[in-house]
Each structure stands twice: as structure tokens, then as C-alpha cells.
């Protein structure tokens, strides 16, 4: 446990973390402190002034909440009338040079001065000189875009590029009311996690050229969820909504706090993965060159298996722990070989030593705890003789060439159960549309051994059928992720003393450690 | 009324010339200095009562023991000559007439904090003292008294130049900091005070340069010949700019302690013939202005000043008589503060803009008494919110006039400009 401090906020005891600073460690406790420029992992700079707190007996008499540590005794004054009145003069300023156009801002409903102006101001204006007036809608690149009139000069952005990705794209040029910030002329913004500071502008100066105008902040509907666009397994939310006489609709992907994952971000290229959820997305079961009832296609899917000499079972790296596990049972039932080959999902070299890692996909780790091969080698053994393919949306496509592909089903037919209309979907003999991770739930377990759950997040007008109900439809024992979970238990030493109902917020690492530390 | 401390060498040709400035006693302290011990220099400097010149009025001695004892890492002096505020025109004098006693003082400070290396942060428009004071620099390394072993010592001591880029914020002690570093002069978030974590981190004395320029007549003269001079409490002597409507101003070393209108009167000449005194800027024009009634009791220290609620700053007084209209006047301040705000932080940024368009909006005839009041609230809700004291700088001295001569605001506010032409 973390050391505690007493202090005194407002005349009442409390208690709270010890070497915090005064925003963090009261926040945590449920107080707010207003702050613009403060952000916990950029760091304290004081710039904003809306967090100026006074301190009881104290020298100075007013600090900056950001910057000050909590020390046992403190006494810190929020409500007097004194602190109401700087919150009101600083929201006052900020404000004067703003466009105020909330109706068109896209920040408007998640916007931090928009909801200080509500709790801590509330006055009506008193500008009657004209507004400063800066430049509107500048692309920095990456997608960014960034109105400097919007902006509060919090300099959040300015450091994430030298704290954060240390490219140091963005500066605040000019003084006084004229600073601004920038981009130098021909070096936009260039590295890999650029949208975070779409995320951490607390106003609407800082927009995503993919989602402005597209959806109001208060229309969405923020479901956690764990990216699957690599092995890191960020945390993240998905941002979706139904609109009327519509479908639901993933519209972004932002990140969620896990200090033991991503901290505070995610990748650019992960967060637009939310367009693979949306898009190209198989609906339609097909079997031979026609479309099909779910039913029909699900009956012709057995069918082959009960004809076929042999039978080989592909499954996805992206499938959950609960997924692979009902699938190897299925595969061991029929007899068939289970391959997990799929090295056309790593993308070797391309991972650095922050948040993307070279094997873009997320569950591969559970490989190894089931023992699923996954080798080229043992593919090839597993296909040897076969005459047919049984894909749990895995795309061949990826890890074999075009050439090597026809070769292979000119001798084994091809059955895809598949979300997204891969390039093999085409060659498949049968295939049949599955619910995404977004639309199922799951446990999977990251490059560095977390496992993590994912909950349902969207719910489709027309739901896709989730993978374990077909492996069950088609034959396997395990109808649901309950029973997956008991029978994993059982079958995978590691998880014996986890209990898999309850995985939380941040994961458990499958260490002997940390396993120990759960079960206990 | 006039003395001679500082600018005892200001008249002689060449002073600037190290020769000439050793002829006439330059450096000549240098082998007592060495013969003591530098904590024995501090007790010197703290029992002469010397006040920081570059406007707060801080014990120099007091500074320098605030420096952490038993440290590992490097100690900086850093010399501001960033010599900004409007009306203030003494360190010029310092780093053109007599640079060498600028070095000399450097040498003596940072023998007494145990520095290797000191910092002159002198501001870009400075263009001629660089010029000097860089020539001065070099050829007190030529003879020996900057270097590996300074004065023969076996003590090393580098000062190097660091011109400014014209920014007044910069003479903000952080900011000045900041600038040397290579950064924005944006000025820091105190504490960590410098004297603990300054200058890349490491533990740094920043003081002005006349108040390092002081130092080599202490030492040679001892601390009770400085306190001969001043009052208890404000010992010594200042190089005063004094400016504005009188027929002779200039720059004028004295003593502190003498009542300001017999030196507006004897020292400066006088109100020009005809015209009646309106106000007095006492320190720079950051300081609260004096009316006439006021200045009646004020005398030259920091205690008089602090009694009458202004401050004695840089020593820059700006004499206003009954053509100056003080509306303009504080749109000029204004003008100015705004400028130079380094735009960091909230108020100071967005505030001194905002007061500036109302006070010209009041100007052009258009404002209202509602635009008086919020602009005296204004004052008040900037003042001492922000990180550093730019824009307090601002809103003391706009108050003052706010407060002292709010009949002519109102004067803008009812009826078009009032009587006076402007200045």
C-alpha cells in the first residue's frame, strides 16, 4: 500500500496518497481541482492558473495546485470565496479571446473550458473590445487538425511531442495574446502517435481530421474495450452510437488508462482499426457462389466436415483465449489437426519500444498456453493430404502468397467463418459470417503475458452469430465463455488460480508472482 | 548632493581601457579579496547593507548565503544587465564607462559563492555595451584576471556574454535563465528557487550589475564606508536615471536617503518654467506614481518608498508635470507590459490585452465608467495570479494612476479629451 497523508481540504480531514501533487492525490479522493494544463503523465507546467488553491498559514498563501506536493497537515482551501473568484477571473480570460462556438466545435459536450465555464463561472460576458483573431483550421498532418483561436495555450500538445514521442513538431510561437501554436513551415506533425493530442487538447483546438463533424460527444456511447490492432493490448474505448434507423456505428477509438498497458495512449495506427469493425464486414453467409441462409450455410459447413477424408481446423491469432479453446476441443473431436499459422500477421521490424509491436495481432500468446502450433512447417504437415480447410477467421491471404495459396486449395476445399471479406473469402467453398471482438467478449493475453477481458461494446441491427455458438452449431462441446473458462481451468496449468469471471481493470500478468498474488 | 562610488572612473577618458582603469585603481582589491576566506566575503557583503539594484531591493549578502552548503555541483553566477524597464538607464553607464569594474565585482562574487563561471545576460539592444564590455572581457583575460588563475590565483573564473534577444521578460531572473539555456525566456515556476536549482539545474546566484558593480568599493573600503553613505536601512548610493520633464536629466550616482523633489529640484533642474509638478514615477515605470503631495514626504530608500506604497525599483524617475495626460500615459504602460508579456500564462496573457483595448476604447471616447471600474477589477484579478511578476508590473502601476487621477478617465468617459495637450 501506498504511504497516506492527512491534510485538510476545505476544514475537513481527509486522507490521501502521499508524494502526490494536490490535484492528483485530492482528485482521487473525489475532489476536484479545475486544471487546464496539468496532465498527469506530461507533467506539471502551471501555465493555466486554474488551479490555484490557497493554502491555510501557508508562504506562499496561493500555489498552484499542479505543482504542489500534499504534505501532511496541509491545509488547503477550495471553497473560499477567494479561490471561487480566481476560478471565475481565470475562466474569464480564457474565455475572452475564444470563438465560443460550441455548436460547432466538436470538442462541445467532452470540453473542459466548456464544462468549467458551467461549474466554476457562469457570468455572462464582459468583452465589448474586439477578439484577438488567429488562424482556423491549420492541417499540422497526421490527420490533426488545429484551430489556434480554440486554444488555451496549455502547451499539453506542444509537450507530448517532446516528453512523449521526443519528435518536437509542435511549438508556441510569438508572445503575449498573439502566442499560438504551430507547426515549423514544412514539417508537420510526423510520428506514430500524433491523434493523442487530439485527446489531450482539453478544448476542441486540437480535432481529428477523420472524426470532426461527424458525431456529438454526447451521442456516443464510450464501451471499454482492448485494441486488436497488435500484441500491446492497449486499452481502449470505443466511441459508437445508433443512430436513428440506423446501425450502431463505431465512430473513434480512444485510449483507456492502463499504467500497466499503454498508460494514457494509444497508437495512431490502432485507433484506426475502428474502420476494420465497421467496414468490408462479411454479413452474408455465402455458400458456393450464391448467398445463404445462416442455417443453410452452417448445415453445408458440416456437412463437408462429415464427408471430408481429412479435415484441417486454421484459427485466427486475433481469436480469444475462450475462442481457441473451443475450438481445439471441436478440432480434437473430429480428429482434425489444429493450426494456429498465421505469420503474415507479424510485420517484422515494425514495432519500436513504446506502444506497437510487430505482430498485429492480439492473441497470439495464447497459442503457447494451449499448445496450438502455429509454425509454417507444421501447417504444411497439417494440410498435407487434407481436403479441407476449416478457418476460424484466419486470413491465409496474409501469411501465404497468391501462388502458394491456388496450390493449396486446388487439392483442399476452403471453409471460411470470417467477419471481414478477406481476399480469401473469394476462394472459399463455403463461408460464414462471425461477430467481430467488438461485438463478442473474450480474455486474451498480450505479447508480455497480460491476460485482459473485453467485454460486448457494439450491438449490431442484424448480429453477426458469435464464434463459439458455430464451433457448438457445428458440432463442439462448448457452447459459451463460461463453460470455455471452466474447461481452460482444467486444461491450462497457469490459469488454475485465476479466476477467469473476475480479470481486473488492469489485467493480471501470467507471472508466478502476480498469479500468486491474485489467488492469495 | 552628488557622489562618486560607482562612477568614479564615469569621467575619465578610456576608463574602459584596462590600463586606464588600473591606473586609477581597478583590480587593485583582487589580493585582499584572495587573502580571505569567501565566507568571511559574504559576512563583508551582508555588514554592508548592500540591497539588490535591480529593483526588488533583496540583501545581496543574504542571496548568496541561500546557496545550499556542501554541494556536488557546479555553482553559476549569472549577471543580469537585461536592463529593461522603461526609464531605467544606470547599467549602461556600468558596462560602457567603467566595464572593468564590472569584472572586478564578477571576480569578487564569485570567489565569495565559489563559482567557476559566470554569465553577463545583457539585453540585444545593447549593441555598443556588448561591443565594450566584450573587448573589456578579453583584455582582462589577456592580463591575467579572468582565466585558469585569476590575479596570479590559483583560482579559475570564465565570464561569458550572453546577449539577449530583446525581450524585457528576460530580466525576469528564470526567464533570464531560460534564455541562456537556449530556451524561450519564459519564466519559471518558483520554487525551486535558483539558489537551490538554477541555471541547468545547478545552484545560481543571479544579481544585477550595479549591485556586483558595488562590491569592489566594499571591499576596498570596507563596510562601514559604504554605510557612510544612505541610511540605516538603505545604505549606500544608486545611480539614479531621472527622466522626464525636467530641464536636466540624466544619470546620477547619490545617496540614498535624500528627499526626491529637492533632487528633482537641485540634481535634475527643475520643472521646465512655467509648469506645476502633476506626478512622479519613482523607480521605473512599474512603480505606483507619486502625486505631488506624496512626493512632498518621499525620500530616496526602499523604506520611504514601501511607507508611500510604491516602490524604489531600478532607481528610474520619470517626472510628470501638468502636460502629460495620464490616460495616455497608461495606455503607453499598457502597450508596453503587453508586448513584452512571454504569453505563458493565463491572466498575464490574455489580460493585458484586454486591459489594453479598454483603455483605448476609453481614449477613442467610446468607453463608459463601467469600463473604469472593470478596468481597475482587471488589475485586481490578474495581480499575482500568474507565474511570475510581469504583470503585477503592469496592474500596481495602472492602478495607481487609476486610483490618483481617475477625474481624467472620467474626463475621457463624459466629454472627449480633458484640457491637457498630450505629452
Request: aromatic share 6%.
Amino acid at each position: 500500500m501506498a504511504d497516506k497523508v492527512k491534510l485538510f481540504v476545505n476544514g475537513q480531514e481527509v486522507e490521501v496518497e502521499a508524494g502526490k501533487n494536490l490535484i492528483d492525490a485530492i482528485g482521487a479522493i473525489g475532489i476536484e481541482i479545475p486544471h487546464l494544463c496539468y496532465h498527469p503523465a506530461l507533467g506539471a507546467d502551471g501555465n493555466c492558473r486554474m488551479c490555484l488553491v490557497g493554502i491555510e498559514d501557508g508562504r506562499p498563501p496561493l500555489v498552484p495546485a499542479c505543482k504542489t506536493r500534499v504534505a501532511e497537515g496541509m491545509k488547503v482551501q477550495l471553497d473560499a470565496e477567494k479561490i471561487k473568484k480566481i476560478q471565475r477571473d481565470i475562466m474569464e480570460l480564457e474565455l475572452i479571446n475564444h470563438p465560443i462556438d460550441c455548436p460547432i466545435c466538436d470538442q462541445a459536450g467532452e470540453c473542459k473550458l466548456q464544462d468549467y465555464y458551467m461549474r466554476y463561472d457562469g457570468k455572462p460576458s464582459r468583452m465589448t473590445v474586439k477578439p484577438v483573431l488567429k488562424a482556423k483550421h491549420m492541417d499540422f498532418g497526421c490527420g490533426v487538425v488545429h484551430d489556434q483561436e480554440r486554444c488555451v495555450l496549455c502547451a499539453r500538445c506542444v509537450r507530448f511531442t517532446r516528453m512523449i514521442t521526443k519528435t518536437g513538431e509542435l511549438g508556441i510561437v510569438n508572445r503575449t495574446d498573439y502566442a499560438r501554436v504551430n507547426i515549423f513551415p514544412g514539417r508537420p506533425l510526423n510520428n506514430r502517435y500524433a491523434l493523442n493530442v487530439v485527446d489531450l487538447c482539453p478544448v476542441g483546438a486540437m480535432t481529428s481530421r477523420d472524426f470532426r463533424f461527424k458525431q456529438r460527444a454526447w451521442f456516443l456511447t464510450n464501451s471499454p474495450s482492448i485494441c486488436h490492432g497488435c500484441s500491446k493490448g492497449c486499452n481502449i474505448f470505443i466511441d459508437h452510437n445508433r443512430e436513428k434507423y440506423k446501425d450502431d456505428v463505431i465512430y473513434r477509438f480512444r485510449p483507456r488508462l492502463n499504467e500497466k498497458v499503454n498508460g494514457y495512449f494509444i497508437c495512431d495506427q490502432g485507433r484506426m482499426t475502428y474502420k476494420l469493425e465497421n467496414d468490408n464486414r462479411l454479413t452474408t453467409p455465402r455458400v458456393g457462389d450464391r448467398d445463404a441462409g445462416f442455417d443453410e450455410a452452417v448445415e453445408s459447413v458440416r456437412r463437408a466436415v462429415s464427408q471430408a477424408q481429412k479435415t484441417v481446423v486454421l484459427v485466427s491469432p486475433n481469436a480469444s483465449l475462450e475462442q481457441m479453446f473451443a475450438v481445439q476441443q471441436f478440432a480434437t473431436a473430429i480428429n482434425a489437426p489444429l493450426s494456429g499459422y498465421s505469420d503474415g500477421y507479424i510485420k517484422q521490424g515494425d514495432g519500436d519500444d513504446f506502444l506497437i509491436r510487430d505482430d498485429k495481432s492480439a492473441n497470439r500468446a495464447s497459442f503457447a498456453l494451449l499448445g496450438i502450433d502455429a509454425t509454417k512447417a507444421g501447417f504444411a504437415a497439417a494440410v498435407g493430404g487434407a481436403d479441407l480447410l476449416l478457418s476460424f477467421d484466419n486470413d491465409l491471404s496474409r501469411s501465404l502468397s497468391e501462388a502458394e495459396l491456388g496450390q493449396l486449395l486446388a487439392t483442399v476445399k476452403l471453409v471460411m467463418v470470417t467477419s471481414s471479406q478477406t481476399e480469401c473469402v473469394a476462394k472459399a467453398a463455403v463461408a460464414v459470417p462471425v461477430a467481430s471482438y467488438s461485438e463478442d467478449s473474450g480474455s486474451i493475453v498480450n505479447g508480455e503475458g497480460r491476460l485482459q477481458r473485453y467485454e460486448v461494446a457494439v450491438v449490431k441491427n442484424q448480429p453477426a452469430c458469435d464464434l463459439l455458438r458455430i464451433v457448438h452449431l457445428l458440432g463442439g462441446e462448448v457452447t459459451n465463455n463460461q463453460e470455455a473458462r471452466v474447461g481452460l481451468q482444467a486444461a491450462v496449468a497457469v490459469l488454475k488460480n485465476i479466476d477467469l469471471e473476475q480479470v481486473p481493470a488492469e489485467g493480471i500478468a501470467l507471472t508466478e508472482s502476480e498469479v500468486a498474488h491474485v489467488a492469495a | 548632493m552628488q557622489v562618486q562610488v560607482l562612477s568614479t572612473r564615469f569621467d575619465i577618458p578610456d576608463a574602459n581601457k584596462i590600463e586606464v582603469a588600473k591606473q586609477h585603481g581597478a583590480y587593485a582589491t583582487l589580493d585582499k579579496v584572495f587573502a580571505m576566506q569567501p565566507e568571511e566575503i559574504i559576512e563583508l557583503v551582508k555588514a554592508s547593507g548592500l540591497r539588490g539594484r535591480g529593483g526588488a531591493g533583496f540583501p545581496t549578502g543574504l542571496k548568496w548565503s541561500f546557496l545550499p552548503k556542501n554541494i556536488d555541483k557546479p555553482v553559476y553566477l549569472a549577471v543580469n544587465s537585461d536592463e529593461s524597464e522603461p526609464a531605467t538607464f544606470k547599467d549602461r553607464y556600468i558596462l560602457v564607462r567603467d566595464p572593468h569594474m564590472l569584472i572586478e565585482g564578477i571576480i569578487i562574487c564569485c570567489y565569495a559563492i565559489k563559482s567557476h563561471a559566470a554569465y553577463i545576460y545583457i539585453r540585444g539592444e545593447y549593441t555598443t555595451q556588448v561591443k565594450v564590455l566584450q573587448a573589456a572581457i578579453d583584455e582582462a583575460y589577456a592580463a591575467g584576471y579572468l582565466g585558469d588563475t585569476v590575479a596570479g590565483h590559483d583560482y579559475k573564473l570564465d565570464v561569458t556574454v550572453h546577449r539577449g534577444a530583446g525581450a524585457y521578460v528576460c530580466g525576469e531572473e528564470t526567464a533570464l535563465l531560460e534564455s541562456i539555456e537556449g530556451r524561450k525566456g519564459q519564466p519559471r515556476s518558483k520554487p525551486p528557487f535558483p539558489a537551490v536549482e538554477g541555471l541547468y539545474g545547478c545552484p545560481t546566484i543571479i544579481n544585477n550589475v550595479q549591485s556586483i558593480g558595488s562590491l569592489p568599493f566594499i571591499l576596498t573600503n570596507g563596510a562601514d564606508a559604504y554605510k557612510a553613505y544612505g541610511t540605516e536601512k538603505s545604505p549606500g548610493t544608486h545611480l539614479f536615471g531621472i527622466s522626464g520633464l525636467v530641464k536636466k536629466p540624466g544619470m546620477y550616482e547619490l545617496p540614498l536617503g535624500l528627499p526626491i523633489l529637492e533632487v528633482i529640484e537641485k540634481v535634475a533642474g527643475g520643472l521646465r518654467d512655467g509648469r506645476t509638478l502633476k506626478g512622479v514615477i519613482p523607480g521605473g515605470s512599474s512603480t505606483p506614481v507619486l502625486t505631488p503631495e506624496e512626493a512632498q514626504t518621499v525620500t530616496l530608500d526602499y523604506e520611504s518608498m514601501a511607507a508611500h506604497k510604491t516602490m524604489f525599483g531600478s532607481g528610474g524617475i520619470v517626472v510628470l508635470d501638468d502636460t502629460v495626460d495620464m490616460v495616455k500615459l497608461v495606455e503607453n504602460l499598457i502597450y508596453f507590459y503587453h508586448h513584452e508579456s512571454c504569453g505563458q500564462c493565463t491572466p498575464c496573457r490574455e489580460g493585458l490585452g484586454w486591459m489594453l483595448k479598454i483603455v483605448k476604447k476609453i481614449i477613442r471616447g467610446e468607453g463608459t465608467t463601467a469600463d473604469i471600474d472593470l478596468l481597475t477589477e482587471l488589475c485586481d484579478n490578474i495581480e499575482m495570479k500568474t507565474v511570475c511578476v510581469l504583470s503585477a508590473a503592469c496592474t500596481m502601476s495602472t492602478r495607481s494612476y487609476l486610483n490618483k487621477f481617475r477625474h481624467e478617465f472620467e474626463a475621457y468617459v463624459t466629454g472627449g479629451a480633458p484640457a491637457q495637450a498630450a505629452m
